[in-house]
């Protein structure tokens, strides 16, 4: 089974519990570790996001409270496992694929999450700022515009939680602050490719 797959099960399992986006992020970069220390083969390039969302629910969640998620998570690993390589076998018939992301969007994406946790914003808003990068990213440069973040969200349980979280006022002063920050995220995002 896959360090990925393993992430989405005990993700999936914070968001049928309704944990909060904080909580989520966590404890995929807890599964992530334990995975890496079992030796799973894929647990280096799991692509755990180790970024902003995550820097910003690590102001949140207390380290007891990290404790008890890895003592969880440890207690049901086998379970897990067994979870996570029937989401591996899922994947490999392929039913209902989903496309990456460019690199241009994540970028962007990545762009918005830094400077909103530069900002002080809380787990969830940086990674809904982040979504709203990505959605305008895609408008804008990818030709694609999003019906919803839920298009984001399906592969995304962080997301799922923020957008569970945020009330609509600030979902939308997020949207907001995004398009008005849009020229610094550019600046930012562009960076690195110049």
């Known amino acids: 089974m896959s360090a990925r797959a393993m992430m989405r099960v005990v993700q999936d399992l914070a968001l049928a519990a309704g944990d909060t986006a904080a909580r989520t992020a966590v404890y995929g970069s807890i599964v992530q570790a334990l995975a890496e220390l079992t030796g799973e083969p894929d647990a280096d390039t799991a692509n755990i996001r180790d970024d902003s ?8 969640v207390s380290e007891q409270t990290v404790a008890a998620m890895g003592d969880w998570i440890g ?5 897990i496992a067994v979870d996570a390589a029937v989401l591996d076998a899922l994947d490999q018939l392929n039913l209902e694929p989903v496309s990456s992301l460019p690199a241009g969007a994540l970028a962007y994406r990545a762009a918005a999450e830094d400077l909103a946790l530069a900002a002080g914003e809380s787990c969830t808003a940086v990674s809904w700022a982040g979504a709203q990068a990505t959605a305008r990213w895609l408008r804008l440069y990818g030709g694609r515009v999003l019906n919803s973040l839920a298009e984001l969200a399906a592969v995304d349980p962080v997301l799922t939680a923020a957008g569970r979280e945020l009330a609509e ?3 939308d002063r997020v949207t ?13 995002a562009t960076e690195p490719a110049a």
Do not use: M, P, S, Y
Not at 75 to 79: L, Q, V
Not at 183 to 188: C, G, K, L, P, T
């Open 169 to 171: 006022r600030e979902k």
């Open 75 to 79: 207690c049901r690993w086998g379970a």
């Open 176 to 188: 907001g602050w995004v398009i008005e920050v849009w020229e610094a995220i550019d600046e930012r």
């Open 53 to 60: 969302v995550l820097a910003a629910a690590r102001r949140e």
